[in-house]
């Protein structure tokens, strides 16, 4: 009987064998396949700090809704993409531009500083970007002679400014009252209020910011062109800290670069109908 039962079991196992019911462990379930890795996002370009002065049209002003705009924003723009830098705009009042730098408040200053010897011993300049004249404006139907023709005028400038270095050097001595404000526009504002009787202003920004709008209807220039190297320097530059030698071999490399690719004749032209770069 015991043999019996072997026999039995032999054939039972030799069945399940040949019908296929071998029961192997089914194979492991694979993990999901991984999301491709996000790409990185782009890095962030370091900042280039401008100040500038938005009362200043047509160089530096403001739009509507308070953006920076004008030529010296634009060329700002420019140089900073040829440099790979993020520009960042730091209003600043113009008397105070240089000791800003000087505090570190912002890395360059580029908002019409003209490049003249007193302000170069106490910061450094890029290459000049423009140059253009200044100009004595006064009502169109005055009796000019010669400066001392206005004596007893009393003529606006803007503070801290080559223009106000020229009156106080120039009108003042002959007695002209030379009234320094904070800021061009603010001129214009008293000369329309018949607080002044004029401005010296450079002859490109009093064209665009008062003599041809409404309120400087009547006005005009009168005198010579005004560019003498002692007030006026030799143009316009980017104004940087001493010592910023890398910096400043970077936008004069920019400026080059912007003059020789048509960048900057297409800025100039947006604004102004001759050459604005000067002699």
């Known amino acids: 009987m015991k043999n019996l039962m072997l026999t039995l079991g032999l054939i ?46 047509p160089f530096t002003f403001k739009t509507p809704d308070g953006k920076p705009t004008g030529f010296d924003v634009d060329i700002a723009e420019a140089l900073c993409a040829e440099i790979k830098r993020k520009c960042v705009y730091v209003e600043q009042v113009w008397d105070g531009m240089i000791p800003g730098l000087q505090a570190k408040k912002y890395d360059a200053i580029i908002s019409s500083m003209s490049i003249t010897e007193e302000r170069q011993k106490v910061v450094d300049f890029t290459d000049k970007y423009y140059n253009t004249p200044s100009r004595i404006v006064v009502k169109a139907d005055t009796a000019f002679t010669d400066l001392a023709s206005i004596k007893g005028k009393k003529i606006g400038v803007l503070k801290g400014s080559t223009q106000e270095k020229y009156a106080m050097g120039e009108l003042a001595p002959v007695g002209v009252s030379v009234v320094p404000y904070e800021a061009q526009d603010q001129v214009y504002l008293d ?23 409404p309120e400087g209807q009547g006005y005009g220039f009168v005198g010579p062109v005004l ?27 920019a400026i080059k670069a912007i003059r020789a690719n048509g960048t900057y004749d297409t800025i100039s032209k947006k604004y102004f109908s001759f050459d604005v770069y000067g002699d």
């Not at 029961?23 to 500038?52: F, G």
């Not at 000369?191 to 709008?213: C, H, N, P, Q, Y």
């Not at 002692?230 to 910096?247: D, H, N």
């Open 227 to 253: 560019n003498d190297k002692k007030y006026f320097g030799i143009g316009v530059g980017v104004a940087l800290r001493q010592g910023e030698t890398q910096l400043k071999d970077e936008l004069n490399a």
């Open 191 to 213: 000369i329309k209020s018949g607080r002044l009787d004029g401005t010296v202003a450079d002859s490109v920004e009093v064209t665009g910011g008062f003599l041809s709008k």
């Open 12 to 57: 039972a196992s030799a069945v399940l064998v040949g019908c296929g019911k071998n029961e192997s462990p089914a194979p492991a379930a694979q993990a999901p396949a991984a999301a491709p890795a996000a790409a990185p996002a782009p890095a962030e370009l370091p900042e280039l700090k401008v100040a500038i002065d938005p009362t200043y049209e």
